[in-house]
């Protein structure tokens, strides 16, 4: 298919990787952390990393939305769907994140009535078939996702559907990113879908206030790729920009029109729980004052109780790049796709189960 | 390209999916597109309107991110 196929050329690949050793400074380590789990799937997926000489090290960062939710806001869905006459909606992966008591798959076999949407608009229409039912959509993602969920609201107004609700866990990508800034070696392959609604101009301050380079990169293996090039090249150069390999997609504004309809329904939250991160200051999106009619958590009794991470998991120290997948002492035996402990097990974007998924148990390569 | 798909759900991943217009319900602001795979899926497509038949569009969570364009498509 146009503009996929051409990113996955082998030969374009080996060409890359080729450049990628030309421009690498021999003893200098590189670690370079993609924000993404779509990035973090594809590298794996593709054997990218394969490609990249040792002493350039790629760092999985915060951006998959699922893995970064917290257990008590997961104890706050299944809540919502136990209430009498509810309809639970939310995402396929969301039905498999452990609660402090089981999750909303275990919910659903315990009679409570949840059902996985492939969009906001399809729990939209499952409000409209069932008017005689409260219908909630437990939302979750990034800049990416809550655009498609905020003009699911606006229909929802413009069209009264009363029944409809939505259980707000839309989180912003750049917090997250400014509390990571603090570890002195990181360099970032920037969020290209996000971007794709935000634009490039939000991630300029990592260059401005940390003097470090950042490349806003596509999803494809050839992407990639070229994103760590451009970075490295960057370095070589001493020059700290943002620049946008993934032009094919992001304007650097942003969509305009997407930031318009996420300030009229979405307001920000003074602080937000990230998995393994903590709270961290405006960082969480709630349903603003003009929708909070639709809004879950004023519409139903939730327990908002904050439950702490199994002293087991070591997702937080995943999330923040300080181990591997395959340190955490529980990865791949207790902790598994099947029976995740962490959420980073949970989405296949979850760095956790990208190395389980393809086989990537430990590392070993020859430094350049 | 769905949630039941065990290795990849494309909306928890932040995926956008390449589709190509096949027609436009502007009415709803909807349009009928098509997937790499054959599969075809309604599309919110107010946050890039006016899009044309033969459009090709990057779409997440059943909505339209951007219009892909040819002049950047290949670096």
């Known amino acids: 298919m146009k503009y996929v196929d051409e990113f996955r050329d082998a030969a374009l690949g080996r060409l890359l990787a080729g450049e990628i050793l030309n421009a690498v400074e021999p003893g200098r380590h590189v670690k370079i952390m993609e924000v993404c789990g779509g990035h973090t799937h594809s590298i794996y997926k593709y054997g990218v990393d394969d490609l990249l000489p040792e002493n350039v090290e790629l760092v999985h960062g915060p951006g998959c939305p699922v893995c970064v939710i917290p257990m008590g806001r997961v104890d706050d869905g299944i809540a919502i769907a136990q209430e009498p006459g509810v309809i639970l909606t939310c995402f396929g992966d969301m039905m498999r994140v452990p609660g402090s008591d089981g999750t909303l798959l275990e919910a659903k076999a315990r009679g409570a009535d949840v059902r996985m949407v492939y969009s906001p608009l399809d729990a939209l229409r499952i409000a409209k078939a069932n008017p005689d039912r409260e219908v909630v959509f437990f939302a979750i993602g990034f800049e990416t996702t809550a655009p498609s969920t905020a003009l699911t609201l606006k229909r929802a107004k413009a069209e009264g559907v009363a029944n409809f609700s939505c259980f707000c866990n839309h989180v912003t990508i750049v917090p997250p990113l400014r509390a990571l800034l603090d570890s002195p070696d990181l360099r970032f392959v920037g969020p290209g879908h996000v971007c794709t609604v935000v634009g490039a101009r939000p991630l300029e301050f990592i260059c401005e206030d940390y003097n470090k380079p950042v490349v806003v990169s596509g999803f494809e293996p050839v992407d990639i790729l070229q994103s760590v090039l451009m970075i490295l090249r960057q370095l070589g150069e001493g020059r700290s920009e943002v620049e946008n390999q993934y032009k094919r997609v992001v304007p650097y504004e942003g969509n305009l029109r997407a930031l318009e309809v996420m300030a009229e329904v979405f307001a920000l939250r003074p602080h937000f729980e990230w998995r393994g991160l903590g709270f961290i200051s405006h960082s969480g999106l709630k349903l603003s004052d003009a929708y909070s009619d639709l809004d879950a958590e004023l519409r139903f009794a939730v327990p908002g109780v904050r439950v702490a991470d199994p002293k087991a998991c070591q997702c937080g120290e995943v999330l923040k790049g300080v181990i591997k997948p395959f340190e955490c002492k529980v990865f791949g035996s207790a902790c598994t796709p099947e029976r995740p402990i962490g959420t980073c097990m949970v989405s296949s974007e979850g760095a956790c189960a990208a190395y389980y998924n393809y086989g990537r148990f430990a590392r070993e390569r020859v430094v350049v | ?75």
């Open chain 2, 1 to 75: 390209m769905n949630c039941e798909d065990p290795h990849h759900c494309v909306t928890c991943g932040d995926d956008g999916i390449p589709e190509r217009v096949v027609a436009i319900d502007e009415p709803r602001g909807l349009a009928l597109c098509e997937r790499e795979d054959g599969a075809h899926e309604s599309v919110e497509i107010m946050l890039v309107a006016p899009v044309a038949v033969g459009d090709t569009i990057l779409v997440h969570a059943g909505t339209a991110l951007a219009r892909l364009t040819g002049a950047e498509a290949v670096r």
